[in-house]
């Protein structure tokens, strides 16, 4: 399994954009990068994901070099509920694990 | 459709006790799964299953037992509660591509459980 590194936390303000970095150097060539988000009290919330280059959709993009040793989690424009922890994953298979995520605070 | 419903939303027990945690999902999803998330932590997989009749073990399966008799339901048995087991615990789904977990998985409200 591929292990991951990201941020601790990260604090931001209302309409900036946010940039998330998720390090995954022995990544496998099958393995894909997801991304979900949890809120306090709840189940974590599928994002995004992808397997190399760009992925964007509604919520989020996901940009992977082509080393795929990392992955950057843009969020535009974030607003105060964007605020929450941020799990990065990595891995193909049956045992999908979650690191310890970076938690987001978005002030006003 | 309910997607992933998890029962009890709270529970306490005292050291030794035993209980079943509840999972069911109505999406037919061939994959389902068992975390832990202790406070301030991330998730932890304790047990998962692709099918019905086939269960595995995680991160942390000790003190935890879990059967796939069916495709909907995955209940998850503490066998001898200890207070170590305090935690949240959430149930996942997900379709398998090519018999594997590729997918995204829908995550259950979850289960507060307290061991005194």
């Known amino acids: 399994l591929a292990k991951t590194t990201q941020p601790i936390s990260m604090d931001s303000y209302e309409g900036q954009e946010v940039n998330i970095t998720c390090s995954h150097n022995?990544?496998?060539?099958?393995?894909?990068i997801t991304w979900y988000q949890q809120f306090p009290s709840q189940g974590p919330r599928f994002i995004i994901q992808g397997y190399k280059t760009k992925v964007t959709n509604e919520v989020a993009s996901l940009f992977i070099p082509a080393d795929r040793k990392s992955s950057t989690l843009s969020l535009p424009r974030v607003s105060l509920s964007d605020t929450a922890v941020y799990y990065c994953l990595v891995g193909v298979g049956n045992m999908l694990t979650f690191g310890g995520g970076t938690r987001l605070m978005v002030k006003p | 459709n309910a997607g992933v419903t998890q029962t009890p939303k709270f529970q306490v027990l005292k050291t030794g006790q035993s209980m079943t945690l509840q999972c069911a999902q109505d999406m037919n999803h061939e994959y389902m799964s068992w975390y832990r998330q202790d406070p301030g932590m991330g998730l932890r997989l304790i047990h998962y299953s692709v099918g019905a009749g086939i269960t595995d073990q995680g991160e942390v399966p000790n003190g935890y037992n879990v059967s796939r008799s069916t495709t909907e339901d995955f209940p998850l048995r503490l066998l001898s509660a200890a207070p170590s087991q305090t935690s949240v615990y959430f149930c996942a789904s997900s379709y398998l591509l090519a018999g594997e977990l590729t997918d995204t998985q829908y995550f259950g409200p979850g289960t507060r459980l307290t061991v005194l």
């Open positions: 022995n990544i496998a060539t099958n393995d894909y």
